[in-house]
Nanobody
Framework: QVQLVESGGGLVQPGGSLRLSCAAS????????MAWYRQAPGKQRELVAQ???????NYANSVKGRFTISGDNAKNTVYLQMNSLKPEDTAVYYC???????????????WGQGTQVTVSS
């Protein structure tokens, strides 16, 4: 069993900041990458930012310069620092992990339950 537990969402005014956290736990053999996706009402889920086990990062154009993804490999945890938030950043944010299960040795994606981020005055 693998669990991804997110925290840090909430309501913030435009221009404000939030920090999301996601901790992966359970039967993990190896994590290749962790990422944050988001899904706004009526829209498809989209990649926000990704970080690999080698600390290579990738961002959606819409968040470059405002969001920063970082990770703690020892804790299997990923963070998303979100600054200069805009109303269009409002969405449910999902944590994703590309990992190998300890016992099955199958590599696949795992997802968190999602955390709501609302940017509004």
């Amino acid at each position: 069993q693998v669990q991804l537990v997110e925290s840090g969402g909430g309501l913030v005014q435009p221009g404000g900041s939030l920090r999301l956290s996601c901790a992966a736990s359970g039967s993990i053999f190896k994590i290749y990458a962790m990422a944050w996706y988001r899904q706004a009402p009526g829209k498809q889920r989209e990649l926000v930012a990704q970080i690999t086990s080698e600390d290579s990062t990738n961002y959606a154009n819409s968040v470059k310069g405002r969001f920063t993804i970082s990770g703690d490999n020892a804790k299997n945890t990923v963070y998303l620092q979100m600054n200069s938030l805009k109303p269009e950043d409002t969405a449910v944010y999902y944590c994703n992990a590309d990992l190998v299960h300890r016992f099955s040795l199958i590599r696949r994606d795992y997802w968190g339950q999602g955390t709501q981020v609302t940017v509004s005055s």
